[in-house]
């Protein structure tokens, strides 16, 4: 006769999935000062259906509401490396994903030029393996690869969803891990360093993210603008209709933020530190830049040399 399950297995079965390491991020999240919301849907192109990401977590700080979208990973059995070739690796603006944006690329610079995803000092990764002790080749790293790939395509639903509803928004992605990471590089000798924090630099691209030939010919028809970039008439068109105006809403976002992106990777153990760094690098924008209506104007007369007194 089968035993009764106890509340004992209950919990054994329910730390194995990682919901308390979801939950207990939620609760640091929130206890610095961030609104959490849970398992929020967003539609995946990709897979054409409905898909759950792990937290959304927001804050408002120095003017500028902060947007970070995560996802929770944790294994007990591997540890996951990632490879980082480059001893200063360079960063990309597609890195930084903000609304409203700005148009002069030497204001874009000295606006973050202190931005930690822009800190060339930071690890920067371009590939992982998992790794079980004991086992001469890598194990699976599904966990990972999904985490990554959910990560980038919720926060362009995110973006799609909410660039308009703040003066200045910023949003972040990040994976948060339950499980031992490595940092590997390599100068002159190989180079093995445990760590609660690095930057992994991921290439996204997608056919099902593109606008169409036949979406792009349609807006051309109708519009003298360049269709490719405004999808005006695409996106008007399906204004009231939910679904078609998500997708129409992130085939825009992927369009003007496609390419590199960075994900933020942070062990349990670092995410309190994270998080102040994220607040000390949003604090320190000179908010009087980004809200001005001539941010040329701002920016020349910041960097104008002060008059000698004679």
Known sequence: MTSEISSEDVKKFLESTGFPFEMSAKETLEKNGFKVEINNAFYDLEENKDREYDLLA?????????????????????????ICPEASPARYYSFLEYYPSFVNSEVKNNFFNNFYLLDSRIPLANNFIAFKKGSKKPTNNTQIKDGVSKVVKSSISVIA??????????????????????????DKRLSIKKTNYLQYKHFFRSQKYEITKEEAKEDAEEN???????????????????????????????????????????????????????????????????????????????????????
């Open 161 to 186: 969803n909410n660039r308009y509803d703040e003066e200045n928004a910023l949003f972040i992605k990040a994976l948060f891990v339950n499980a031992p990471i490595f940092l590997a590089t390599y």
């Open 58 to 82: 927001t804050k408002n700080i120095n003017g500028v509401k902060v947007y970070l979208t995560i996802e929770c990973k944790q294994s007990k059995e591997d540890c996951w490396i990632f």
């Open 224 to 310: 003298s603008v360049n269709s490719l970039y405004s999808f005006n008439t695409l996106y008007n068109r399906y204004a009231k209709n939910g679904r078609e105006k998500d997708v129409a809403e992130q085939k825009l976002i992927y369009k003007q933020n496609g390419g590199y992106k960075n994900i933020d990777i942070v062990r349990k153990e670092g995410i309190v530190s994270y998080l102040k760094k994220l607040e000390k690098s949003v604090d320190d924008l000179n908010m009087d830049l980004w809200k001005a209506e001539n941010p040329e104007k701002v920016l020349s007369d910041i960097l104008k040399p002060e008059k000698k007194q004679k």
